[in-house]
């Protein structure tokens, strides 16, 4: 392998669609990363256990236990990998449940395989942070340490996902300055037009519930969301 494709970690993809299945494996190959395939919900659930893969990119409708029950038992555990829906419905409550189990991202079929690559480099890049020795950030009762990746809330730990992470330390990066939805997509998520500002919402409100009473995250109406200054 090239500096370039040079190994990237394991994927777990719990897919059972064998045309779909072998795309990603194909793809996600050439890119460098090894390829974990499972084709039901047991299998995967128990691969994710066993494996310890970097990220789980997991269909929703599959066989025995689906994509969602394997991602809330993963986060009931304390297992915090990074997980990737893939789902052949576009319907908001579905992304939405889906979001609140702690997913990190969500594709709808049909799906670009470079897409997806490209949607689980960068789930890796949050969860990795930053390159550099940052200072820890602090607003009101809630402190954000990047080298570490940690957050507390008036001295408690708090356990948020890679990409809620970066949602909140993108945000306590410019305390008071009011961020809109789209500038968060762009910011966090890096695909602004893939995604809906639904999405957005979604993982303030989880953020926000994670923090509890030190939560620090304001709402502007017709705006978007700021940190208290």
């Not at 993982?203 to 109406?221: D, E, F, M, N, Y």
Request: with cysteine; aromatic share 6%.
């Amino acid at each position: 392998m090239t500096a370039e494709t040079s190994y990237r970690g394991l994927v777990l993809v719990v897919e059972d669609e064998p045309a779909i299945a072998d795309l990603v494996r194909l793809y996600l190959t050439r890119d460098g990363f090894g390829v974990q395939m499972e084709r039901d919900g047991e299998a995967g659930l128990s691969a994710a256990r066993r494996l310890r893969p970097v990220v789980c990119v997991l269909d929703i409708a599959l066989p025995g236990l689906p994509g969602t029950e394997i991602c809330r038992r993963l986060r009931e555990a304390g297992d915090w990998t990074p997980v990737i829906f893939l789902t052949a419905r576009d319907d908001e409550v579905d992304r939405i449940v889906g979001l609140e189990l702690g997913a990190d991202d969500y594709v709808t079929k049909p799906f670009s395989p470079r897409e997806l690559v490209a949607r689980v480099r960068a789930v890796l890049r949050r969860a990795a942070g930053p390159d550099g020795a940052e200072q820890p950030r602090v607003v009101g009762a809630v402190t954000l340490d990047p080298a570490r990746r940690t957050v507390t809330a008036a001295g408690a730990p708090v356990q948020l996902t890679s990409t809620e992470f970066d949602l909140l330390a993108h945000l306590m990066a410019r305390p008071g300055r009011v961020f809109s939805r789209e500038e968060l997509l762009a910011g966090v998520w890096g695909y602004a037009a893939h995604a809906g500002t639904r999405t957005v919402d979604v993982h303030v409100a989880q953020v926000r519930a994670k923090l509890g009473p030190a939560s620090v995250i304001r709402t502007h109406r017709g705006v978007g969301y700021a940190v208290d200054a």
